[in-house]
Every structure is written in C-alpha cells, then in structure tokens.
C-alpha cells in the first residue's frame, strides 16, 4: 500500500537503508523472468563465449540435455537482477559472494524467480552504513533452486545517528564442498564429448594445478553494451544508468555493473579453458577496482584445484581463478603483493569450480 | 513499377510529400512483422520495464493469457515503424496522437502488419508545408486488429507553389472513451495478482486523483540504443541514423525517435505504477522537445481519472498523464505554465489510460 | 593437447601462422551454432532490413517456405566467424571472395558447423606473410551444406626466413554459373508474390541491365553496434574489439569487421530492390577500405547481368554490384578509374547473384 505521508502519498519505493533489513527476513523480488531466445542471443551478442553446450542444441542433445542449458551467469545475473530493488539500491559498495552453487539447468520457456534471506547485518566502525548478508535463491517455475549463493553488500543508514539493531555475521565457506556439485550436469559418456566442436582437446587431466593461464584476447567495452546488459538482468542500480546523477559522484562516471566484468572475464578465458563448460560453484568473488566504458578487459586464470565428481568418471571439477585486468594485460606474478594489496590494473578475483570432462 | 523519367529508372521512392496525400485514401504499408522471442529480449535490453505480465509466462497465465503479452508500445513501434517509408519521410514533425486503442494481445508468433487511411489534410499559412492526418491499423494473422490509432504529421509539399488541394480536418476524440476498451486483457480473479510478483501492492483503488508521482530513476541514452530500438521498429526516417546529414540540420545531430522517449519514460513509471500493466488506450501526445544522445531521461506521472470497466470488478482504468524531462527531474509544479508553454526541461506529456487491478 | 614448452604449458592457441597452413589440409571449425529468434531479432536491430521474406512468417509460408528463411548474411557472418579462430586470427588482410553459393535455407533452430578446407598458400615476395586461400561451407544438423564460399587472406608467417613450402594458387571463377543457383528458395506461383507486402511492385522484368540504383539512406555505425554484431557472429579477431591494442596499430582504433558492412549495404538497398529477396551466389567481393565508428555508410548497386534459372518460371537472377562509400554518398560514375583505383569514399564492391520474383 501506497505511504500516507499526510501530504502526499508515496507510491514509489526509494529502496531500503540498513535500518530495514532484519535477521531472517526473507524478501520475495518482484518479476519472475521467462527465460528466452531473445535473451540467449544478447548474453551472446554482449559477451562472445563460444562454450558449443550454451551455443548448439545438438551438441548439448549428445550429453544428454534436452535443449542447451543457458549460460550460467546470465542465470546469475537474472537472479542477481532480481534482488536489486530490494537489497541494494542504496547500497554504497557490493562486497563479495561466496558458497554459490548452480543446482539444476535452465533452459529456454523456463521461469526464474528470486528469494533472498538476509543471514548478516552489521553497523560499520563509523556509524553511517552497515554491512548485510544475504543468501538468494533463484527458482524455476517448478519451485526446484537452480542458484543459491550468498553475498554481503555495504548499505546506508537512513538515519546515522539510529540504534545498530541486533548483529550478526554468518560464517560462509571459504570454498563450496566439491561433493555437493555437479547436479546440473547430465550423466553422459567421455567419449561423446567432441572435441572439435567444444574447440579443444584439453581435458581435466591436462591440467596442472598451480598453472596460469593467459587468456590472449581483451574487450573494450561500451556505454550502450552494459546498459543493455544490466536492464535485460532488470538490474535496476541508478550508478550503471544515470551519467547525470554520477557526474557528481567521485567517479564522476556511470559505473559498470561489476556482473558484467565476470561474464566478459569467463568469454575470453574460452582460449585456453574452453572445455570448462559449466560453473558448478562459486567460491568466492570480489569487484577489486571499478570497471567504466572506454576501459579494455583482459584476462587470466589460476588453475587452483581439482577434485573428483563422486560417481561421474566422465567429468571432474577444477577450482579456478578467474582474473580480470583493465587496460593491460593481467600483470603476471601473484595477484596480491606480500601485504595482500591488488596491482593497480586488477578489478576482478573470482574464485569458482568449473566442470571439466576427462 | 519503376518510374521512367526518361533518362534514367527510378526504382527507389523518395517518399510522399503534401501533394501526394488524398482524403480517404489507403496505404497499405510494407513488411508485415512475425513477432518473436528476440524482439522481447530486446525491448527489455532497451528499456528495463518489469512488469510481470511480460516477463513472466507463469504470471501471464495465471491471469488467463495464454503467454506473455508482448509490450503494448512495442506493438505500437512496430505498427509506427511501418508507417513511416509511406507517410513521414519527408515529414517535418510528428505532431501529435490521439485515438489510440489496444484492441487485442499480441504474442510471440503473431504477425502485424499496418494500413493506414489518411483522414485530414491541410496546409499550412506559409504554404510550403501541409498537415496530414491519418488513422493507422495494426492487423495480426487473424485479421484482428490490434492497435487503432490518429496522428498527424507536418510534411514538406514538393512545390510549394503547388495547390493546396481538398482540405480537411478531423475531429478527434479528446479522450478516449473508457467504455471502449479493456478487451485485450482475459477475464481473471482479482485475487489471482500477485502482488510479490508484481512488485507492487498498490492497485487501483489506492491512487488518489489528482496524485503527482515521481518516478525516482534517470537513464542516459547512447546513440547505438535508439539507432537498435528504431531499426528493430523498421522505422526508416532518416534523422535518427544518419549523423553526416544531420550534422547541417538544424539540431546538428541524430534525432532520436520520440517512440524512444515515450518507452523509456513508461519504463521508469514502473516505479509507482508497477501495477499499471497493461496502456488500453492513448488519449494524447505530444513530443514537446527532442532528446537526442548523452541525454538524460527522468519521468513522472499524474493521475487525472479513473474509469470502471463494465463487468469486470477485477480491473478498472487509470487515467494517466506521463511527464518526461531530459537532464534534470521532471519540475515540480504544473507540467505548462499560466501562458501554456512547457517547462524547459519537458519532452514528452503523454496521456494514456491504463489498465489496473483493484 | 596442451603443449608442452618444457617451462610452461600453452593452453590456449594464438592462431595459426602461414607455415601452419597446407594443401588439402581440412579444418573442423568448432562451435556449432543453433539459430534462435533472438539472432534474428538481433540482425534486424542491427541493419534494419526490410524484406519481407525474412520478416514475416505469414509472408514466408505464402512462398512455400515452412517458415521465415534466415537472412543470407547472418548465415553468412556466423559460418565466416567459426573460421576465424582457425584461420584469421594473424591476418593482416581478408583480401577476397568468390564462388558463394547458398544452397539451403536456414531457419531458426537449425544448427549451422563450419568446415574449410586450405585450396591454395603461396608466399609473398617480400618473404614475411602469405597469401591462403580456402573453401569455407556451412552445414546443418542434417549434414546438408547450406553455404559454400572461397576465401583468401594475408598471413603473417611465424618465422618470415622460414622456407615458403609448398605452392599452389587455385582458379576461382569470375562469377558463379546461375545454372547451379537458386535451390535455396521453394517453388512458388508468381501470383503469390504480395508486392503491397514486400514494399515493392519491380520485379525481375523491370530492372535495366546496366542501371545504377541509388539507394537513398545512410546509416551511421557506433562501435557498441559492430562489436555486438561480430561477437554474435562469434567472429574473434582482435582488431574489432581492443581500442588499447588498436591505439597502436596503423589506424589508431577499432577497425569493423567487413562483413558488417555487406550487411549495412545490403540492408540500405531495400529502398530500390526492395523484391530482390535471396541472395543466391557471391561472385566476389572486395574490401577497398576499412570503416571506422562514426562513419556514415551509403550504397548503390549496378545491375549487371540477368539470368533464367531452369524450371523457374516465377523467379530469375539479377546480378548485383552493390558498392559501399563512407561519409559521403557512392560518387556518380564508374566505382573504378581508368587506372583501376577506387573512388577514396569507396569501402565495398561486392558482387552477387540475387534471385527476384518475375
């Protein structure tokens, strides 16, 4: 119902403050989301992977999906989307995520809703905002979870001067258990993987753990391309939309949805990962430095573990790290300097559990 | 048939002028559209709206469509969009609609096409220019009409020394009369919106007449989104794509296509009006000023009448009168001033009603 | 398999150079590609072509196709982008076509793999890049070739004091036979053709051999817009998508894929032969001179040759010079003067076999 507020009635929400957001309330997102061609098409258009199970029905047909499953960070992002209006329209920084799991396939003609819980909320030293800790859930129209995965955002306080409420922070997992994966995928046969069509021989064993991998390719990106992306997600954010309103801010510059930087990032690492065909899991991610238009993604990766998929000879998982640069290459040596800082050029550190066939 | 002027086939028409239009005449306009998943796709890329009932096959059904309704401006764009080779080519400014009625749901797989009956024509003191009025007809594959609206158009003559011809102009409808509309949406429970869904509890019955509603986001607009949208419309005329030529034109630049404008500002309306899903009829619009891109579009609405809908208790009308300002919020106070003329910043005033549950 | 340089392993290809290419030599192309709604919705909001034939379900089925046939050029664009990887990753030029020939309609869910096989390779007299010609064909899931087309292109070699190896230069025709052209397109009744519909009452008989058509819009390009497009097209050659590595190239910024100019020129030449549907055969074609962001695209076409196609009462072949110039409309005159150079304006001559209703 619309707010009286004597004078005028409020009928547009302006968003929540730290203030709102309580311990175990659950917050049901507004606009399901029938997933379509329409929106396969410009994840593709946007982004350029060439993974053949998320671009070729027959290819995803021979493993023994019904139809090609859709990429799953579009999947995230719809669910991300989704959540935004709720948690983080004032949000002042969104932090990091962490116990991510893909659990079922979405396909085409399917419906995606999104729930979140809030797990965390604590006042910051200063008074003025708080962190809070959310775990969303993406479902299908037949109420299976397709994604859950936790997040903590920095939030305004409406009031700086009001009470803290009750605290708590969740302990999260600092990696997904890889025995807990893997159920999006079908069961099918190693040998029904073709490697000429996926665009690699590289298997899982290939791999050697500790080995990094350049990615040769970068994107510059456009204001009108990450706009388009983060309205399909409905990500409503004013800072990746409103160059007026961000003129005045300290960045003097719309901003780019930081979700935008993980799919760039996970398009080009095709060239040399391109059989990781599947996120499983998310372990943890973090948006090091803001991304803006005009700026060019580069972009590596770590190959950090392996581990077996209980019952599946046919895949495996590998625990990647995914880093994005912007304008240069991902600078080689370790991403964190000895006192833990990030080189200047980085912006992306998303660690995650790919599939793998072996 | 090509035109032979003696030296050399024409095969290429340079579009109507003033002299070519004829009271009572039919055209019947080129490339019948098939709807599909990506136009969808796209117009959600374009303009982030979020109302359910296109997003949401689940929540389409649940009120009795058999899938989602494709947006009611789409429908509109694209039976604009062909109208254009035939009508405003040579047009100076579109000046206003009026008339305008949803007569039926469009879904993906439904083909439109577009006729047009040129009702009124007149020209102008200075004689170089003329007003041409016409109804237009969105048609589907069942010979349905969809859409049935007016506009009229100032077009350049090719002589202006040229007669003016038989003049006429129509009588249009101030309003249109609610008790003709509402057939596009299916009969339902008022208790089956879903208001969680919907992202909205506020339904008819809440609006106070006579409301101003501020709708709290801004989007800037690039060059390469409304050059997508308006090819996407098949709307051909030449002052949104051709910068070269624009450049000496009075305004110095692309033009962006004022259908733009009025999809952007209902997106934002979704902000206060998420429950105002379906737009059954346009009483009026004028595009007030141009945008062009680096713009920065903000909207807000007012509630001018509400209107029953006979036998239906689940949904009434909502008469709204939609405000869209580039580079500052929509001003407070009256959208026209004491002398009638619009703020600096307006750009749109468009009076439409819509549909909502109670 | 990764290779294995004793300190590192390479995952992840840079290309093939001129000494990696020989005779015979067959190359899968991965990433088999199923066509959706959304590509096709994409391609209209791309170029904003008009024809009927690919817009219109209704249109389509009148002419015996079970549904709209997919734009000649979108197929061509995605069995072009496949090869990219394999091919042109270190090309320093895409020098020319020949022997185009689309043998099946593509409709959506059709799933489109690449395959090219190397016809000829010989060194440049300078010693450092090579020319390769190859063979590129396009077939659906059920192994039918749906394109065919010859291609040669510069490459870089990897070591330029490397022998030259063996060489060959393939005889390609100067225009494809029209006895071998047109099965793509369903036997129909002339009477079924809807000129009111298509945009256009000039059929095949209409058109003067040796006629110039200019084609009156023009259209400007935004680097959102090519980048969107050649990453649809899966197309992955760096020069169209790292401004920071284009910085310091000869040109100083991004370069737009050539194809996307075909399709612009193509697109614009609705106005004028708006009836010229299919795109049969590609004769040859040239890329005179590269187009950049912000540049404004025109074309004409020269009619150079008609042909019957045997049992065809209903259709014929046109033959299609279409020329593209940038920033200012196709000059008047021959495309080429005395001395053989192009008009500077001049980006395209591109010549084709299309097939017209009679």
Redo the contacts between chains.
């Keep these: 119902?619309?707010i009286d507020t004597g004078q005028?009635?409020i009928?547009?929400?302006?968003g929540r403050f730290f203030e709102d957001f309580s311990l175990g309330q659950t917050l049901?997102h507004?606009?399901?989301?029938?997933v379509?061609?329409?929106?396969?098409?410009?994840y593709?258009?946007?982004?350029?992977d060439?993974?053949?199970v998320h671009?070729?029905?027959?290819?995803a047909r021979s493993l023994g999906y019904p139809d090609?499953p859709v990429d799953d960070l579009l999947v995230f992002h719809l669910v991300f989307g989704k959540s935004v209006?709720d948690i983080s329209l004032n949000a002042v920084a969104n932090l990091g995520y962490a116990e991510g799991r893909f659990l079922a396939p979405v396909f085409?003609?399917d419906?995606i809703?999104s729930v979140s819980v809030i797990i965390g909320r604590k006042q910051n030293a200063k008074g003025g905002t708080g962190i809070v800790h959310l775990r969303t859930r993406g479902i299908n129209?037949r109420d299976e979870t397709v994604l859950d995965y936790a997040r903590w955002v920095m939030v305004n306080k409406r009031d700086p001067a009001a009470s803290a409420g009750p605290e708590a922070v969740p302990e999260l997992a600092e990696r997904v258990d890889p025995l807990t994966l893997g159920h999006a995928v079908p069961r099918f046969s190693a040998a029904a993987w073709d490697d000429?069509?996926?665009?690699?021989?590289?298997r899982l064993d290939?791999?050697?753990i500790g080995?990094?991998?350049?990615?040769?390719?970068?994107?510059?990106v456009?204001?009108?391309?990450h706009?388009?992306?983060?309205?399909?997600y409905?990500n409503?954010a004013?800072v990746h939309?409103?160059?007026?309103?961000q003129a005045s801010s300290r960045f003097g510059k719309?901003l780019i949805y930081g979700g935008h930087v993980i799919s760039l990032a996970r398009a080009l690492s095709f060239?040399?990962?391109?059989n990781a065909f599947h996120i499983a899991g998310i372990n943890g991610g973090r948006h090091v430095a803001p991304l803006f238009a005009?700026d060019?993604v580069y972009a590596a990766s770590e190959t950090l573990e392996k581990a077996e998929l209980s019952g599946r000879p046919e895949i495996g998982l590998l625990r990647l790290r995914l880093i994005a640069a912007k304008?240069?290459p991902v600078p080689p040596g370790p991403v964190r300097g000895a006192d833990g800082a990030y080189h200047h050029a980085i912006i992306l550190d998303f660690d995650y559990w790919a599939v793998v066939p072996r």
């Design positions: 119902m619309p005028t009635m009928y547009a929400s302006n049901v507004a606009t399901p989301r029938t379509t061609q329409g929106d396969v098409a410009l593709l258009a946007l982004y350029g060439r993974r053949a671009c070729s029905a027959v290819f090609m209006p085409v003609g419906t809703r129209q000429a069509a996926s665009g690699s021989p590289v290939d791999y050697a080995a990094r991998i350049d990615h040769p390719a970068g994107m510059t456009e204001e009108a391309e706009q388009l992306a983060t309205r399909l409905q409503t004013k939309f409103d160059a007026r309103l719309r060239d040399g990962l391109a005009g060019t304008n240069e």
